[in-house]
Structure formats: C-alpha cells, structure tokens
C-alpha cells in the first residue's frame, strides 16, 4: 500500500527525512513515533501528497505521487481519509455539510451522502451536534468531526495525525478502537502519535522515527 | 457539482451583495451604451456612409425598368462618374431601404414587396452632385443628399468612436473589478481552499463558486443593459419618427450579445484570475 524509496526531504537546508526506506501493506495497522521534530508530520503529507521528497521515490495505492501530475492528486486523495492534527475543517459548513461535502465530491448522490454522513456521526456520538459549525465545537469535537469526515467515505488508506491530541483517554480509547474496527475491515491505516499510552494500548506495528530516519520497526514495547 | 459551485457562488454573492452590485452596474452601463451605439450606427450606416468619409445617397428607379436594363444603367454610370460606388439594393432589404430613404412611400410598401420599386445607393464624397439624374428618364425620385446627411454621418461617425472609446475603457476597468475582486475573494477563501484540495476535491469544484459568483452579477448586467437599450432605442425611435425620419428599433443579435457578454467577459476574467494565482494561495 506505502512504499518509500531512499525519501529524503529537506527543508532550507535542514535534512527533516534522510534516504528513508518504508514499505507498509495493505490492510496493516501502523503507528508512527518519535520526538517532535523526527519527521512524522512531513511523512504523512509526502504520503498525501501535500509535499514532494527532494529525494527518493514515494508509492501509495501502486502510484508514484511524488511524479503525480495536479491534475491527477484530487483522485489520490480520494483514496485516503487524511486526519489532520489541526482538524481542516470548513469553517462556515456546519459538522453535517463538512462530512456530505466530502462525500459528494466522491460522487455521492445528495441523500446518499446525508445518510452515510449521519451514520457516521452516530457512530461518534456526534449526532446532536451536526447542525453546530466548528467554532462552536470543544477542540475534542472538533477531533471528532475530522475523524467522522475522513472515516466517510471508507477509504482504502488513513493517514491520522496526532489522533487522539485533543481527546480524552475514554474518548481516545474509543477512537482507536474505532480505528481497528475500519483496519479489521480492510483499511490500512498509519497512526503518527507520540503518546505513549496509546502506543502501549494496542499491539501493532510500530516505526521511531529519529533524525529523519527508521530508528525502530517491529512491535511495541520492543 | 454544479449544484455545488451555484450554492457556493450564492454564499459569496450574499457576503459580498454591495460588490456585486456594484459589479453589475460597472458592467451593464457600459454594455448598454454599446448596444445603444450599435443600434445607432446599424440605423445611421446606410444613411451616413458610416463605412468612410463618403455619404449615401439612394436612387430610386422607374419599375418598368428589366433588370438587364438596370444593371447596363448603373454600368454606363459608373463609367460616366467612376468616382461614384453604385450598389443595387438586394429585394431582400428593399423594403427597409425604402422606408428609411423614403417614408413617404408608406402605402407603396404596404402593397407588397412585388411592386416595390427599385433602388440604388450610391457613396460619394459629394452628394449634391447626384442631383444630376434627376433629369434621367429611368429616375424616380432621389433621396435626401443635402449637407445635413454628410454632417450627419461625421457626427455619428465621431459618436461611434467616442461610445466605442468611453464603453471600451468603462467595460475594461468593470472586468478589472471582476478580476480583483476574484483575487481578493481566493485569498480570504484560501484556508477552505486548500482543506477542499487536500479531502480530493477537482479545480472544478474549487474554481466554480467563484466561476458562478461572477457570471450572476454579469447576467444581470446582460440583462439589465438590454431592457436599458430597449428602452432607451424606444425613446430615440419616437424622437426620429417625430422628426419625420424612419423608425428605429434594437437588433436582435445586439440584445443576445449584450447578455453573452454580461456573462462571459467577467467569467473569463475570473478565468484568468483563478489560472494565476489558486495554485499561489494553495500549498497541497
């Protein structure tokens, strides 16, 4: 599903990823670690295709996205649910218009989109919320609403940052295992937290990133 | 996803209503006084010679004349004034030629196309000397050559000029308004913008609020302008009928170009706009 190829990235001269080698499969549930600074963010976004490497080839879903034409990203990223650490949400749509919106930019019929969209927000007790507009949400909500859009559409990949940053343990919890149940179905999904609880709460794969590289691979704790 | 871009557009529209008003109207009056101008200049062509410096002067001919004769006729003439241009006036406009040269030949024309009489014009730099055929057998009647004709036609030729010059410049600081304006609107839309691109959404989608946002102020300038030049070619119309001159009336073709470039001179703009600079304000 995700292969990198000696990626490295550089940003004015400071080395963020150095000749990094990654090869994660389909239907396999990651997380990604490390200090601030190691590089996890910009991992994702090379994988979303928010960045290009300066080095290195990067591979999701069997295409080449650091070579991907503009014109060929929006079909990419249909492909991934992307949860950002600072939610991305659209701030004049409320919760429910900001998960139908995503969705009928898939194709999804009007009604369609409103069914799905409420299902979701059910399934994290977001329901009473869904005529509210994200400033009038608690940073946790908030959480939630960009957890719901991207878990819409059931992509094939989830790329969540910082996750579980605003929630707390019972809701985090509740995340992640929610986050197992889309993995058991078929989903793969990379998780880059640097929460130690959440790392201990679930045995799965697991990549420290230090210095811009692969520090450990294998399962956690070592 | 047009459903999309029309909501969208509408939510722009009502945020930002004193713009777009104010859009329309730098872009209908300048749209009006084109078509006004148009209609002028398409109502004063024959009459003027607007095409040089030379007037028209039209010549009616006896019907009894056979075509062959006629045509033998305007040759000998052409020879006899070379520097006369002679046309023979098509049946299919001979009826609209004949009332605007000749009104006084109503109830000639209400007779039927069949017994309307023939007609020439001929573009001169000198139109009193047409007077000459009066004594030509083949000769009718001659129509108005006098010097209010040629300045006639330097007045409107000036006037096309001037409303060409002034609805040119007004069109082009309306567009330039346009264009701002979709620059201004990306830049505060731009955190949405690029949340739209990184959850997969296509330029289309992204680009069509903005598309739309436009196009409405402009179709209601299109549209706005050509009621204006309807009525304002309605009221120039009972003026010349007043004065004894022949009716005037707005092409159709002139009040569909009004509303197609209402709609798409500013959404070629937004165009443009949009093509230099979304990707500035987009990161992913």
Redesign the interface.
């Known amino acids: 599903m995700i292969r990198l190829r000696s990626v490295s990235k550089e940003y004015e001269r400071r080395t963020i990823l150095s000749a990094l080698d990654l090869q994660i499969d389909a239907g396999e549930f990651v997380f990604l670690t490390g200090p601030s600074g190691a590089g996890k963010t910009t991992l994702l976004r090379l994988l979303?295709?928010?960045e290009r490497p300066t080095e290195g080839e990067v591979w999701v879903a069997g295409r080449r996205v650091d070579e991907m034409m503009g014109?060929r990203?929006?079909?990419?990223?249909?492909k991934i649910g992307?949860i950002?650490q600072d939610f991305?949400?659209?701030?004049?749509k409320t919760v429910l218009e900001n998960i139908t919106?995503?969705l009928?930019?898939?194709g999804v019929a009007p009604r369609e989109a409103h069914r799905r969209a409420m299902k979701v927000l059910r399934r994290l007790g977001l329901q009473h919320r869904q005529a509210a507009l994200p400033d009038a949400l608690s940073g946790g909500e908030q959480q939630r609403v960009a957890i719901a859009?991207a878990l819409a559409y059931q992509p094939r990949l989830i790329l969540a940052d910082e996750p579980t940053g605003n929630l707390d343990a019972d809701l985090a919890s509740e995340l992640l295992s929610l986050l197992c149940d889309i993995n058991y179905q078929g989903a793969t999904v990379l998780v880059a937290t640097h929460d130690q609880a959440i790392l201990e709460s679930i045995p799965a794969r697991t990549l420290v990133l230090h210095q811009g590289q692969v520090h450990y691979d294998g399962m956690w704790p070592p | 996803m047009i459903r999309h871009a029309v909501a969208e557009g509408l939510v722009v529209l009502r945020e930002r209503a004193a713009v777009s008003v104010v859009l329309a109207l730098a872009l209908g009056m300048p749209i009006a006084l084109a078509g006004v101008g148009l209609t002028l200049h398409h109502w004063l062509g024959p009459m003027a010679g607007l095409s040089g410096e030379k007037s028209s002067v039209a010549v009616l001919l006896r019907p009894r004349l056979e075509p062959s004769e006629r045509r033998r006729w305007i040759a000998d003439l052409s020879t006899e004034h070379p520097d006369w241009d002679i046309s023979e006036v098509s049946s299919r406009d001979l009826a609209e030629r004949l009332q605007r040269w000749f009104p006084y030949l109503e109830d000639l024309m209400d007779s039927g196309d069949a017994a309307l009489p023939p007609l020439v014009e001929i573009l001169t730099d000198n139109p009193d000397s047409v007077a000459v055929l009066e004594e030509r057998s083949e000769v009718l009647a001659i129509g108005p050559r006098s010097s209010i004709q040629q300045t006639l036609g330097q007045v409107a030729r000036r006037l096309a000029l001037i409303v060409g010059v002034v609805s040119g410049v007004l069109l082009a600081g309306a567009l330039l308004l346009a264009a701002v304006w979709v620059h201004l609107e990306l830049y505060r839309h731009a955190d949405e913008v690029i949340i739209m691109r990184l959850v997969g959404a296509t330029e289309a989608t992204i680009r069509g609020p903005f598309l739309v946002a436009v196009a409405l102020p402009g179709l209601v300038a299109g549209v706005l302008s050509a009621v204006g030049s309807v009525a304002t070619v309605a009221g120039l119309s009972r003026l010349t009928t007043a004065l004894g001159l022949s009716a005037m009336s707005i092409p159709p073709t002139i009040l569909v170009a009004q509303v197609a470039t209402g709609v798409l001179l500013p959404v070629l703009a937004a165009i443009i706009t949009l093509a230099r600079h979304a990707a500035d304000a987009i990161e992913g």
């Open positions: 979303y295709a928010a014109s990203l929006p079909l990419l990223r249909r992307v950002f991305k949400l659209l701030r004049r919106f995503v009928r930019i898939h859009r």
